[in-house]
């Protein structure tokens, strides 16, 4: 009988998240148990993300961590995967860095993980990093069996160059999985006990444009919402430019789609807007946001801001908190630009020094944390209906549901709420977290 086990240590976005699953279920098949702590692993999978450069410098760091390990333990099998190692020319210098790493993979051979991990059981150090996209594959495991809350993709890479990101370079171009097979995925997902799928994509309103689809991303969204046994549906990323009137009528119309839009803006200027090649204006993101609200008073809100790209002058950055202070955003990730070589802005003059950025994300963070507490402050003693999700980390003698809005909420009641819908009244708020009693 063998009892190795997998420690996967995921970073990035969601779309990290669920390729985590599939490297892990392929080891899951060969034999290896789950594990959460590193020490007791015989394989290790990093799965990297190379979004940001502070990205890049954490995942350095552990992968430096493991060398302890494996000098301890020489069978222990390092397996380093996804976007970082895809970038172009960067195997070499990382490889340099990190000669303790068994297996190097990027984010077009996920297919081929279970041969790799064969070839290092035979000892072997093995890199495999395809340089363009295959065909969408479909020959990678689902996600794990018996999870409440399940991401799966409808689309793989992005075609939209914004000038700061990496993206497009690291996971290829945009190409759509077809209606048929998201849906028995999902059919199959429920039957061993999913309630809420998030559909994944980075510009899911362009879904199946491109492959010449005959159904577009608000028919899509409908035929889910059709799915027995299924409570919740939601998405993510929207683009602006590609958001569809048809798409917000569909979630309009929808029974189990939530009436949450995660629509990054990105910069408040039309100046910084063009050079990042986001394709709309600061007036346009303004009427897609006022038909949302308009179509779906109770639609929630979220964004992604970008402080500090080349070019923005205060002036531009005033335009950036004028956008935070005019839309009822419930959320916003808030970063600041880091420059990834190869991509466009990476080469634009006027970058901006490091104190500037700091102290724009400073002042953007409080504006919105304000916001975020004065949404969360105009739910108290107001009831919303909750999927109980598991044990609160925080406090493992309450549980934690999230509204259809995707507001966490905490509250007290018993394990065997959990994957139930039920309805709780809000008591209190923090700018993270609502608590709540359930009715
Ligand atoms: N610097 C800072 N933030 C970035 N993002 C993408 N690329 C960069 C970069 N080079 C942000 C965008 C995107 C989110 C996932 O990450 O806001 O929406
Ligand atoms: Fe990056 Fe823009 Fe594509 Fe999003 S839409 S992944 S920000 S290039």
Redesign the pocket.
């Known amino acids: 009988m063998n009892n190795k086990k997998v420690c996967t240590i995921s970073y990035g976005?969601q779309m990290s998240e669920r390729d985590s699953e599939t490297l892990t279920a392929i080891s899951n098949n060969m034999g290896y148990s789950r594990t959460n702590d590193p020490a007791e692993a015989d394989l290790v999978i990093i799965n990297t993300c190379c979004?940001?450069?502070s990205a890049e410098n954490k995942i350095i760091g552990k992968i430096g961590q493991l060398k302890h390990m494996k000098d301890k333990k020489p069978s222990l099998i390092i397996a380093v995967a996804g976007c970082m190692v895809q970038q172009p020319g960067i195997l070499e210098k990382l490889q340099k860095r990190a000669p303790h790493v068994d297996i190097w993979t990027g984010t077009f051979d996920y297919h081929k993980f279970e041969e790799l991990l064969q070839t290092s059981q035979e000892g072997k150090k093995i890199a495999c990093i395809s340089e363009k996209e295959t065909e969408v594959s479909e020959a990678v495991p689902l996600a794990e069996k018996g999870k409440l809350r399940v991401n799966v993709n409808i689309m793989y890479g992005c075609d939209n160059y914004?000038a700061?990101?990496?993206?497009p370079y690291v996971r290829g171009r945009e190409r759509s999985r077809p209606k048929q097979i998201i849906l028995d995925e999902i059919k199959s997902l429920v039957d061993s006990g999913c309630r809420e799928v998030t559909l994944l994509g980075q510009n899911v309103n362009s879904y199946g444009k491109k492959d010449g689809f005959d159904y577009d991303f608000s028919d899509l969204l409908q035929e889910i919402d059709k799915i027995d046994g299924l409570f919740r549906v939601r998405f993510m990323?929207s683009h602006p430019k590609d958001l569809s009137d048809q798409l917000i009528a569909a979630v309009a119309g929808g029974e189990h789609l939530c009436e949450h839009f995660h629509l990054?803006f990105?910069a408040g200027s039309n100046h910084i807007l063009e050079a990042m090649n986001r394709n709309y204006t600061r007036e346009y993101y303004l009427e897609r946001v006022h038909r949302i609200l308009e179509e779906i008073p109770a639609a929630r809100l979220t964004t992604?801001?970008?402080v500090g790209?080349p070019g923005e002058t205060e002036e531009d950055f005033e335009q950036t908190l004028d956008l935070v202070r005019t839309v009822p955003f419930t959320q916003a990730?808030t970063?600041?630009?880091?420059?990834?070589s190869g991509?466009a802005?990476a080469g634009l003059p006027d970058q901006i020094p490091l104190e500037v950025k700091k102290r724009r994300l400073q002042k953007l963070m409080e504006v919105q944390n304000a916001r975020s507490l004065a949404w969360r402050n105009n739910m108290l003693d107001q009831h919303y209906e909750i999927l109980v999700e598991g044990q609160s980390k925080t406090n493992p003698e309450s549980l934690t549901g999230r509204t259809r809005g995707n507001e966490i909420v905490v509250f007290k009641g018993s394990e065997d709420l959990i994957g139930k819908l039920i309805n709780v009244r809000i008591d209190s708020a923090n700018s993270w977290t609502l608590f709540g009693t359930m009715m």
């Open positions: 976005c979004v940001r450069e914004c700061y990101c990496i993206v990323t990054p990105q992604d801001i970008i790209f990730f970063f600041m630009y880091s420059k990834r991509t802005a």
